[in-house]
């Protein structure tokens, strides 16, 4: 079953300033590497390498899943993704979904 995909005012502005094509996070909700939850915002993060501007990064996708699908609330690229996810997970804020 396919889910509607829907964007925050953030998400979007993210995106637009980030140069980030819709695609890339249609892939990582699609096909993440690493699943978290996030303790604080009550989210989804999904993380998965990407190709942005011919480098290879990890892009991190925080979403909630509803009755109307999945909305997006931002999406950030961090190169040092695995240091990101070490941080967030031993500070208490991600937990490991697997």
Known sequence: MRMRVRYSAHA???IRIRLIPRSSVRLV???P???F???ASAANVSIAV???NSEK???VVAFVVDKDGIRVITVYPVRDF???MRRKVN???WVNLG
């Open 91 to 93: 500070s208490g804020r």
């Open 50 to 52: 990407v190709s942005l």
């Open 29 to 31: 909700l699609r096909n």
């Open 33 to 35: 590497e690493y699943k």
């Open 12 to 14: 979007e502005e993210k």
């Open 57 to 59: 990064v990890g892009l």
């Open 82 to 84: 695995r240091g990101e």
């Open 37 to 39: 939850y996030d303790v």
